[in-house]
């Protein structure tokens, strides 16, 4: 017969029992809302148009800055022979976005309760693979939310200047208002990010429609850059050959550059849970609408940047989108409306982007936490049902990361994208393996997208880590493994604990208890804290019960004697300990060595504590009871019992 029981939660309390809240509480709750109960979590869910929000601003904010990086590279080369050549590099990084799409689609159907490189990895090569899939992916997401902040930092200091000295702090302030945002919970983040997400679309589908409408039918103007002032110096180059000229290792640095617009196309599959219901059907419709907005966007503008000859600016304002915006609208009065609203839905969707990262890492870093290889902190849903750990871990990591690289998405590009397609690699090679292991129906079709994908990933990648090393790439080249050794190694640190608290748990539990039971009460002063710890030792009848004074003062400790004999406390020993090196804790973990001696006694001590209603009456005293605590709690068979007495209110 079970022994055991189960009830719904904690029966009602009478009206005169009070339970108090912290003042930490009564502020989460008062920021963050009520809490949310974990059955409300598939109530948390999302739809295909605020999925789109949440997943995909990340993706769809690249096509603001993919041709700008791609003529940073080409312009100062090859002059005005880049302007034929961005068009092409864009077309062949869609090929690679296209095939990256038509991976996650088999990624997300085969894996729809939480795809994503780092399970598809781990259930196919195993957990050490994996780890340099998720590593890769959570220095990547950290990158994101920082490149992301400071273009669109950069797209606010385009239309206001006078903000462009202050870049850092504007930037850390978005990263924490996004991060408070998801702290409110999914469904919330969800509704405050969606509106900006299609504000940006709407503007992009104006720009586009009405650039190219004016390149097919009437006329636009053609910006002569060169010589301008803080424009990136033009180039000179041949314009002959297959490359204009332009050396091959540049054009493959253009591509890498560019190669932040495929960024992001994981993040539906890691977040199929999030999805309504049929998950996988709504995550993949959601993935084809990403992609094919991304494609088009990108493609747009590096067909008005090659038609209107636009440069990027040295300092990074204004930015290529921007100039863009100008030349197709010009300055009237509604050019001038039209081009605000993009810059105003630029920058939105720029310093949103970075919500696909705090909506994605969370997750993942719960996935690695609960094989064992993170901080077993990060597997906790907080007061609204969201990762809220990792929200906060990453918010720190990405706004430090602003700081050091000053706001400048110049300082920060050549960090970014190695990660994600590191991660791309790994889990299109792990869903080649998946088909080839499993052979469902149509495994043929799948292991040849899946697989070009990966060799599609595969090259990419060692294109950016060649082509970038220089620039910052190496840092993640370095870092990467790093982290995984430590992760490793944390692993092997939880699989060891497990180890030791779970072999032969039932026989730990059953084992004889000691014949012996003694009690030491640590008295300081004869005050109602320490009346209130005798009172309760009284309670656990041992079979021995003493106090215990460490006399660091001898004429202190004869003063508590004499009070104790006056108050007729005598049933109860008094032991006063001569401690002449003032260290108190040293002198109780003597103590109740002694009391242990013969391993057949248990012994608990018990020590007062007060506990304060303010919290800065706690720097008013010192701690000596956690000391203590830390010592004693090294020894075996002895435990440490802290019996608190509470202020009243008149203590302000």
């Given at each position: 017969?079970?022994?055991?029981?189960?009830?719904?939660?904690?029966?009602?309390?009478p009206?005169?029992?009070?339970?108090p809240?912290?003042?930490?509480?009564?502020i989460k709750?008062?920021?963050?809302?009520?809490?949310?109960?974990?059955?409300?979590?598939?109530?948390?869910?999302?739809?295909?148009?605020t999925?789109?929000?949440?997943?995909?601003?990340?993706?769809?904010?690249?096509?603001?800055?993919a041709?700008e990086?791609?003529?940073?590279?080409?312009?100062?080369?090859?002059?005005?022979?880049?302007?034929?050549?961005?068009?092409?590099?864009?077309?062949?990084?869609?090929?690679?976005?296209?095939?990256?799409?038509?991976?996650?689609?088999?990624?997300?159907?085969?894996?729809?309760?939480?795809?994503?490189?780092?399970?598809?990895?781990?259930?196919?090569f195993?957990?050490l693979?994996?780890?340099?899939?998720?590593?890769?992916?959570?220095?990547?997401?950290?990158?994101?939310v920082?490149?992301?902040?400071?273009?669109?930092?950069?797209?606010?200091?385009?239309?206001?200047s006078?903000?462009?000295?202050?870049?850092?702090?504007?930037?850390?302030?978005f990263?924490?208002?996004?991060?408070?945002?998801?702290?409110?919970?999914v469904?919330?983040?969800?509704?405050?990010?969606?509106?900006?997400?299609?504000f940006?679309?709407?503007?992009?589908?104006?720009?586009?429609?009405?650039?190219?409408?004016r390149?097919?039918?009437?006329?636009l103007?053609?910006?002569?850059?060169?010589?301008?002032?803080?424009?990136?110096?033009?180039g000179?180059?041949?314009?002959?050959?297959?490359?204009?000229?332009?050396?091959l290792?540049?054009?493959?640095?253009a591509?890498?550059?560019?190669?932040?617009?495929?960024?992001?196309?994981e993040a539906?599959s890691?977040?199929?849970?999030?999805?309504?219901?049929?998950?996988?059907?709504?995550?993949?419709?959601?993935?084809?609408?990403?992609g094919?907005?991304?494609g088009?966007?990108?493609?747009?503008?590096?067909?008005?940047?090659?038609?209107?000859?636009?440069?990027?600016?040295?300092?990074?304002?204004?930015?290529?989108?921007?100039?863009?915006?100008?030349?197709?609208?010009?300055?009237?009065?509604?050019?001038?409306?039209?081009w605000?609203?993009?810059?105003?839905g630029?920058?939105?969707?720029?310093?949103?982007?970075?919500?696909?990262?705090?909506?994605?890492?969370?997750?993942?870093?719960?996935f690695?936490?609960?094989?064992?290889?993170?901080?077993k902190?990060?597997?906790?849903r907080?007061?609204?049902?969201?990762?809220?750990?990792?929200?906060?871990?990453?918010a720190?990591?990405?706004?430090?990361?602003?700081?050091?690289?000053?706001?400048?998405?110049?300082?920060?590009?050549?960090?970014?994208?190695?990660?994600?397609?590191?991660?791309?690699?790994?889990?299109?090679?792990?869903?080649?393996?998946?088909?080839?292991r499993l052979k469902?129906?149509?495994?043929r079709?799948?292991?040849?997208?899946?697989?070009t994908?990966?060799?599609?990933?595969?090259?990419?990648?060692i294109?950016?880590?060649?082509?970038?090393f220089?620039?910052?790439?190496?840092?993640?080249?370095?870092?990467?493994?790093?982290?995984?050794?430590?992760?490793?190694?944390?692993?092997?640190?939880?699989e060891?604990?497990?180890?030791?608290?779970?072999?032969?748990?039932?026989?730990?539990?059953?084992?004889?208890?000691?014949?012996?039971?003694?009690?030491?009460?640590m008295?300081?002063?004869?005050?109602?804290?320490t009346?209130?710890?005798?009172?309760?030792?009284?309670?656990?009848?041992?079979?021995?019960?003493?106090a215990?004074?460490?006399?660091?003062?001898?004429d202190?400790?004869?003063?508590l004697a004499?009070?104790?004999?006056?108050?007729?406390?005598?049933?109860?020993?008094?032991?006063?300990?001569?401690c002449?090196?003032?260290?108190?804790?040293?002198a109780?973990?003597?103590?109740?060595?002694?009391?242990?001696?013969?391993?057949?006694?248990?012994?608990?001590?018990?020590?007062?504590?007060?506990?304060y209603?303010?919290?800065?009456?706690?720097f008013?005293?010192?701690?000596?009871?956690?000391?203590?605590?830390?010592v004693?709690?090294?020894?075996?068979h002895?435990?440490v019992t802290?019996?608190?007495?509470?202020?009243?209110?008149?203590?302000?």
């Amino acid at each position: 017969m079970s022994t055991t029981t189960t009830r719904p939660g904690p029966l009602p309390l009478p009206p005169d029992i009070p339970l108090p809240e912290s003042r930490a509480y009564r502020i989460k709750r008062r920021l963050l809302g009520p809490p949310l109960h974990t059955d409300q979590l598939a109530h948390e869910r999302l739809g295909k148009p605020t999925a789109l929000a949440v997943f995909a601003s990340d993706n769809l904010s690249s096509s603001a800055y993919a041709t700008e990086e791609i003529l940073k590279v080409l312009v100062p080369v090859a002059g005005v022979a880049a302007f034929a050549l961005v068009v092409p590099i864009t077309v062949a990084l869609l090929v690679v976005l296209g095939f990256l799409i038509l991976s996650y689609r088999q990624t997300i159907k085969a894996y729809p309760t939480a795809g994503g490189a780092y399970i598809v990895t781990r259930d196919n090569f195993g957990l050490l693979p994996a780890q340099v899939a998720g590593v890769a992916l959570l220095s990547d997401y950290v990158l994101t939310v920082a490149v992301s902040v400071a273009a669109g930092t950069a797209a606010i200091a385009s239309a206001f200047s006078p903000i462009a000295p202050y870049s850092v702090e504007v930037s850390v302030a978005f990263i924490a208002l996004i991060a408070y945002g998801n702290l409110r919970g999914v469904r919330e983040s969800g509704r405050l990010f969606a509106v900006p997400t299609y504000f940006f679309i709407l503007n992009m589908v104006v720009l586009l429609g009405y650039g190219l409408v004016r390149m097919l039918f009437t006329h636009l103007p053609v910006e002569h850059a060169a010589g301008h002032e803080g424009v990136v110096p033009f180039g000179h180059g041949t314009g002959q050959g297959l490359f204009m000229g332009v050396a091959l290792f540049k054009i493959l640095t253009a591509f890498a550059n560019g190669g932040a617009a495929v960024t992001g196309v994981e993040a539906i599959s890691n977040g199929v849970p999030a999805f309504r219901v049929p998950e996988w059907k709504n995550a993949r419709e959601t993935l084809v609408i990403m992609g094919t907005s991304l494609g088009l966007m990108f493609l747009g503008l590096s067909v008005l940047a090659a038609r209107l000859h636009v440069a990027p600016y040295e300092s990074g304002t204004p930015t290529v989108i921007s100039q863009i915006g100008r030349l197709v609208y010009g300055r009237g009065g509604i050019g001038t409306g039209l081009w605000i609203s993009l810059q105003a839905g630029t920058a939105l969707i720029l310093i949103l982007a970075a919500n696909t990262s705090f909506a994605d890492f969370p997750r993942l870093a719960s996935f690695h936490a609960g094989d064992n290889f993170m901080p077993k902190q990060l597997t906790k849903r907080g007061h609204r049902l969201v990762f809220s750990n990792g929200i906060l871990a990453l918010a720190g990591a990405s706004a430090f990361l602003v700081v050091i690289a000053d706001a400048k998405v110049d300082n920060l590009i050549g960090l970014y994208a190695i990660g994600v397609f590191t991660s791309f690699t790994l889990s299109q090679a792990g869903m080649a393996r998946h088909h080839v292991r499993l052979k469902e129906p149509g495994w043929r079709g799948g292991l040849f997208i899946n697989g070009t994908g990966a060799v599609l990933s595969f090259v990419v990648d060692i294109i950016i880590a060649v082509t970038k090393f220089t620039h910052g790439a190496w840092a993640i080249v370095v870092l990467v493994p790093v982290m995984v050794s430590l992760l490793v190694r944390l692993n092997r640190q939880y699989e060891a604990e497990h180890h030791e608290l779970e072999h032969d748990a039932r026989a730990a539990a059953e084992a004889p208890i000691l014949p012996h039971h003694a009690v030491l009460v640590m008295v300081d002063s004869l005050d109602r804290s320490t009346a209130r710890a005798i009172q309760y030792a009284r309670t656990l009848m041992p079979d021995e019960l003493k106090a215990v004074h460490v006399a660091a003062d001898l004429d202190r400790a004869e003063a508590l004697a004499d009070e104790w004999r006056r108050l007729g406390l005598t049933r109860i020993p008094l032991e006063l300990v001569d401690c002449p090196d003032r260290r108190i804790a040293r002198a109780v973990l003597e103590v109740v060595a002694e009391s242990l001696a013969g391993g057949r006694t248990e012994v608990s001590v018990l020590v007062p504590r007060r506990e304060y209603r303010r919290f800065w009456h706690r720097f008013l005293h010192d701690r000596t009871s956690d000391a203590i605590a830390d010592v004693v709690a090294q020894l075996p068979h002895a435990n440490v019992t802290f019996v608190p007495y509470h202020f009243e209110e008149v203590t302000r």
